[in-house]
């Protein structure tokens, strides 16, 4: 009787493959149903497994958790999404890092857009709520040079809803005294607070500084000088 030693160790390696307690767990490789409860090889399953994460797998062994930082514990994408991943690293997550940031720049953007078409409390005049000389040529800057997707105004808005009411329609007006009863543009409220200080208060803090700064001079005694 001759003995096959080559097809007694590949049956061996087989059997052991298919009676391990992980693999008859797993189903693998006769079973038509994956761990997820899906049919393996059906659209929904490729769908489910190409959306898994790439790389190495967190697991629990011996009562420690293998590797010990955290990673994914999914099931593993098959062999050939793997292989597609590492072809085309570092796509789609450079792409995806990369509009993320894009959001945040367009996020800030927008929000210095809009304190520099917003005209302040003191932008008006604190007795009538009409529009200031100021006021008037930061609302004229907006007219001429922003962009035509940012052209619009914002009058930050008081507690009083008349005066709400006084500032806006000062604004509106100055808009079709220079541009024309056709001209439109979007003017609305905007909760806000000044972020710098207006010019009048940073003119009379470095008036108040300069009067009260002392003359520079070196202090000169003629009492202890020698050579007598």
């Known amino acids: ?3 096959y030693l080559p097809q007694i160790v590949l049956f061996a390696f087989f059997s052991s493959v298919v009676l391990t307690p992980d693999s008859a767990h797993a189903g693998w490789p006769w079973s038509a149903k994956h761990e997820s409860g899906m049919k393996k090889y059906s659209p929904e399953w490729w769908g489910y497994t190409g959306s ?3 790389g190495s797998r967190q697991v629990y062994r011996y009562g420690k958790m293998w590797p010990n930082r955290p990673r994914p514990t999914e099931p593993q994408q098959t062999v050939m999404q793997q292989l ?3 072809h085309f690293w570092p796509t ?3 792409h995806i890092d990369r509009s993320y940031i894009e959001c945040l720049e367009e996020a800030q953007i927008a929000e210095g857009w809009k304190n520099a078409t917003t005209l302040y409390e003191y932008h008006f005049s604190p007795d009538t709520h009409q529009l200031t000389k100021s006021g008037r040529e930061h ?3 907006i007219m001429q040079n922003a962009v035509t997707h940012r052209r619009m105004a914002y ?3 008081s507690a009083e809803p008349y005066i709400n009411d006084l500032r806006l329609a000062s604004v509106n007006q100055f808009v079709h005294e220079v541009g024309g009863q056709d001209c439109t543009m979007a003017v609305m409220l905007h909760v806000t607070s ?3 200080r207006p ?3 940073v003119e009379s803090y470095q008036r108040v500084w300069l009067e009260n700064m002392e003359s520079p001079h070196i202090p000169y005694s003629l009492e202890g000088s020698g050579g007598d």
């Open 155 to 157: 009058v930050q808005a």
């Open 199 to 201: 010019a009048v208060e």
């Open 1 to 3: 009787m001759r003995i």
């Open 92 to 94: 789609p997550y450079n």
């Open 52 to 54: 898994l994460p790439v």
């Open 84 to 86: 597609h991943a590492a």
């Open 194 to 196: 000044p972020i710098s």
């Open 139 to 141: 609302l004229l800057w």
